[in-house]
């Protein structure tokens, strides 16, 4: 049985815990060489070329084969970008917003293209200071390209609407990160596990 890693995180850290996981996973050197090799099967199919194309080839993708799930109430999960491409080729992928904006960013970065993540405020609550929804952006022709592959209503290439967004670059990731590296046995996926603050492994 091939490994998977999902990690936990604590509700009180969510919205710094859940970017700088993200991005540690999305940008984690171990499963670097898995997801070119499934980027490039994605943008092969999808005849992309241009940076514009690449980026929707990803979307696209990641849109087609995981379906919306969300976390339990007050528990925040988030999977290893490798495991969840390794399930979305079973068919059996699921996950919420920061799990696609995860293996969205893990794709994209392994096409080369610059990444970001942003987060977005409910527009129905504009006092409030917690952010709902998260998602991935490309840079492309100049600008940025929203890949929100987590709302169906959401059109493509477009953000969800919100009353204020936070953006985190890559750059932003702390290094005092605590890797863990298991090899998986199915699919020659590298599936990670990662301490951020006050979270929780969970293998």
Known sequence: MSADVVVELSSRDFQPATCTAV??????PRSTPVMER????????????????L?????????ARVRYRRDPHEREFLRAPAGLAAAALRGEAAGDCDDHACLVMALAAALGLPTRLVLTRDRNRPR???????????????????????????????????????????????????????????LGFVSTAIRVGGGIVAA
């Open 55 to 63: 980026a929707l080839a990803v979307y696209d993708w990641v849109r």
């Open 38 to 53: 499934l980027a490039g099967k994605i943008v092969r199919e999808a005849e992309a070329s241009t940076r514009r194309e």
């Open 23 to 28: 991005l540690a996973l999305a940008y984690n």
């Open 128 to 186: 409030s200071r917690s952010y709902h929804h998260i998602h991935t952006e490309a840079e492309v022709d100049g600008g940025w390209l929203p890949l929100d592959s987590s709302m169906d209503w959401v059109p493509r290439g477009t953000r969800a609407p919100g009353s204020a967004r936070v953006v985190v670059y890559p750059a932003d990731l702390p290094d005092e990160l605590l890797f863990l590296g298991r090899e998986d046995e199915g």
